[in-house]
């Protein structure tokens, strides 16, 4: 009866690493791509012939939407109790 309860410890932290380093993987590559998609965001609006002062904008109203949305988020999640559903969601 013991080996049965080691053999499925075992395979429950195999599982879980296997988790673990699924969803690493997976935000490697979704950071990557946010990084890269960003960092010509600049140059393809000098290319459409926007000022740097409007890529500055852009750029910087695009960070105060994210925190914006993330207090939102944060707080509609702790008055609802719904944080997988608001994590999947964005």
């Known amino acids: 009866m013991t080996d049965q309860v080691t053999v499925g410890k075992e395979a429950i932290k195999s599982r879980g690493l296997k988790f673990v380093v699924l ?4 935000s490697f590559f979704a950071d990557f791509t ?3 998609a960003r960092s010509i965001t600049g140059p393809y609006l000098a290319i ?3 000022s740097a002062t409007l890529v500055g904008f852009i750029a910087g109203f695009g960070e105060l939407l994210g925190y ?3 207090l939102v988020s944060g707080r509609l999640s702790e008055r609802t109790g719904e944080f997988w559903p608001i994590t999947l969601f964005g």
């Open 68 to 70: 914006g949305l993330r």
């Open 48 to 50: 459409l012939g926007a």
């Open 23 to 26: 969803i690493g993987v997976v």
């Open 34 to 36: 946010y990084e890269g």
